[in-house]
C-alpha cells in the first residue's frame, strides 16, 4: 500500500508564508486534499484537487502539485490557523484511503 | 446544512464488540458512499472502511479486515460500524465522513467533505 509522508511540525511567523509538503508515489492519479485539525475538534477539509477550496475555507490556503510532492501553502498565516493538517489520497487500487501522519503548524 | 452525529462509542473488554452509529442529515444521504475514520488520541489519523452509497460494495483498512463490517440502512439515513474481536489498539474516536471525490477523465480528486464529530471507543479490561 501507498504512504504519505509528511514533516511532523513546522512553526511559521504570524504573517507570514508557511508550506506543508506531503509525498507519495501516485498523486498524479489520486490527488491530494488536504484537512485542518485543531484540539478536540473533526477533521475540515481545506484544499483538494489541484487547488480546490471548499466554500468558507479562506483564500490564504492554496494548494500545489509537483511530482510526487503534494503542497499547502498558508500566505499570511493567523493565529487560528495553528493546527495539524493532514494530506490524504488513495493507494495504487484505488480502493484504500491513507493519510500522512499529520503536520502540527505553529503560529508564533 | 449537513450534520453527521455518531454514537455508540463506549467502554469494551478486549475481545467484546460494538456498533457504532452515524446518523446523517441535510443531504441526500442514499447517494453518497461514506467512511469511517478512526484517530487514537494524540495520534494522527487512519482511514478505517468505505461502503458504497447503496451499500453494494465495502472496503476496509488491513488492520480491521475481517473483524468489522461496515453497513447503511438508507431508509433510516444511518451508517453503521459494527466491531468484533476488538483489540487494546482500536481504542480510538471514529469519525463517520462523507466521501466527495471528483473523477475526471485522467485524474480523480479525493476528498472527505464533511465529518461527524466523533464517538470515542476506549478497549480496556
Known amino acids: 500500500s501507498s504512504e504519505l509522508t509528511q514533516d511532523p511540525a513546522v512553526s511559521v511567523a504570524l504573517g507570514q508564508t508557511v508550506r506543508i509538503t506531503c509525498q507519495a508515489d501516485?498523486?498524479?492519479?489520486?490527488?491530494a486534499s488536504w484537512y485542518q485539525q485543531k484540539p478536540g475538534q473533526a477533521p475540515v477539509l481545506v484544499i483538494y484537487?489541484?487547488?480546490n477550496r471548499p466554500s468558507g475555507i479562506p483564500d490564504r490556503f492554496s494548494g500545489s502539485t509537483s511530482g510526487n510532492t503534494a503542497s499547502l501553502t498558508i500566505t499570511g498565516a493567523q493565529a487560528e490557523d495553528e493546527a495539524a493538517y493532514y494530506c490524504?489520497?488513495?493507494?495504487?487500487?484505488?480502493?484504500?484511503?491513507?493519510f500522512g501522519g499529520g503536520t502540527k503548524v505553529t503560529v508564533l | 446544512q449537513v450534520h453527521l452525529v455518531e454514537s455508540g462509542g463506549g467502554v469494551v473488554q478486549p475481545g467484546g464488540s460494538l456498533r457504532l452509529s452515524c446518523a446523517a442529515s441535510?443531504?441526500?444521504?442514499?447517494?453518497?458512499?461514506m467512511h469511517w475514520v478512526r484517530q487514537v488520541p494524540g495520534k494522527g489519523l487512519e482511514w478505517v472502511a468505505l461502503?458504497?452509497?447503496?451499500?453494494?460494495?465495502?472496503f476496509y483498512a488491513d488492520s480491521v479486515k475481517g473483524r468489522f463490517t461496515v453497513s447503511r440502512d438508507n431508509s433510516k439515513n444511518t451508517l453503521y460500524l459494527q466491531m468484533n474481536s476488538l483489540r487494546a489498539e482500536d481504542t480510538a474516536v471514529y469519525y463517520c465522513?462523507?466521501?466527495?471525490?471528483?473523477?475526471?477523465?485522467?485524474?480523480?480528486?479525493?476528498?472527505?467533505?464533511?465529518w461527524g464529530q466523533g464517538a470515542l471507543v476506549t478497549v480496556s479490561s
Open positions: 465522513a462523507t466521501k466527495g471525490d471528483v473523477v475526471l477523465p485522467t485524474a480523480i480528486y479525493t476528498k472527505f467533505d464533511y
Open positions: 490524504n489520497s488513495r493507494d495504487y487500487s484505488g480502493n484504500h484511503w491513507v
Open positions: 501516485n498523486l498524479r492519479t489520486y490527488y
Open positions: 484537487g489541484k487547488n
Open positions: 461502503i458504497r452509497y447503496d451499500g453494494s460494495n465495502e
Open positions: 441535510g443531504f441526500t444521504f442514499s447517494r453518497d458512499d
